[in-house]
C-alpha cells in the first residue's frame, strides 16, 4: 500500500482483494476505479467490500482529485 500525491492510496496490488484506490477526507472515505470506458469512476462506499454509491466519472486521476477536494469539504 502506497500514498500518492494526489491523496488517494494505491490498493490495486496483486496481494489485495480491493478495487481501485482509496482516500479518506474529512471523515468520509471514497474510491476511485478506472472503468472498462477508461474513465475513473469515484464512489463513497460504505464498507471497502462493496463499491458504493456513485459520485462522478471523471476522464483523469487529475480530474478526479479536483473533484474529491469540493465533494470532500461539502
Request: net charge positive; hydrophobic share 35%.
Amino acid at each position: 500500500m502506497r500514498k500518492s500525491s494526489t491523496g488517494f492510496i494505491d490498493r490495486a496490488n496483486g496481494r489485495d482483494a480491493h478495487r481501485g484506490l482509496y482516500c479518506r477526507l474529512n471523515g468520509r472515505v471514497f474510491q476511485l476505479v478506472k472503468g472498462g470506458d477508461k474513465k475513473f469512476h469515484m464512489f463513497r462506499p460504505k464498507a471497502l467490500a462493496g463499491p458504493g454509491a456513485l459520485v462522478g466519472r471523471y476522464t483523469s486521476r487529475g480530474d478526479a482529485t479536483s473533484a474529491l477536494e469540493t465533494i470532500a469539504y461539502a
